[in-house]
């Protein structure tokens, strides 16, 4: 499977690229398109990451991960869309999210809250790309352990 990969550096005052890319991809509704985002961190400000660490610890990743999937049929059966977020945050993040102000738009469902796998959303139909990329964006912000720049990367992934 040969994927074509598109970066997209912005911030947060503009998501155009970022929203434009997304409505793009939900356009196309084949399940062959996908989008990451992450916070762009400076070598210098990585925490370090010890691979020993790495296979006992049951948090995810120090720097978060992102990840937006258009609603798409798969084996004709339609697949909502989605927003997953691997992170370090510790156990029930969508709790911790909660009490600092980031709640999921109404009509999400929440489908998986695990320390180790992340946190994932079942999104409605016609749901706005826009509000699940802030959303992303402020949950990244609030689940990780050091400050970061206000500046992120966006990977559009689209299988050819």
Do not use: C
């Not at 509704?29 to 610890?57: C, I």
């Not at 139909?125 to 966006?154: E, I, K, N, Y």
């Amino acid at each position: 499977m040969a994927l074509d990969k598109r970066h997209i550096r912005f911030e947060r005052s503009d998501l155009d690229e970022v929203a434009h890319e997304m409505l793009a991809l939900a356009a196309r509704g084949d399940g062959r398109g996908w989008m990451n985002v992450q916070p762009v961190v400076a070598d210098e400000d990585r925490p370090p990451e010890s691979p020993v660490f790495k296979l006992f610890t049951a948090r995810g990743p120090p720097i978060p991960l992102g990840t937006w999937v258009p609603a798409h049929k798969y084996r004709d059966k339609w697949q909502p869309a989605s927003v997953g977020l691997q992170h370090a945050g510790g156990r029930h993040a969508s709790k911790l999210l909660e009490e600092r102000g980031v709640v999921a738009p109404a009509g999400w469902n929440r489908r998986q809250d695990h320390i180790k796998r992340g946190l994932v959303y079942e999104l409605p139909d016609g749901h706005d790309p826009t509000a699940a990329l802030a959303f992303l964006l402020d949950a990244m912000s609030q689940l990780v352990a050091f400050p970061l720049s206000g500046r992120w990367l966006a990977v559009v992934l689209t299988q050819r």
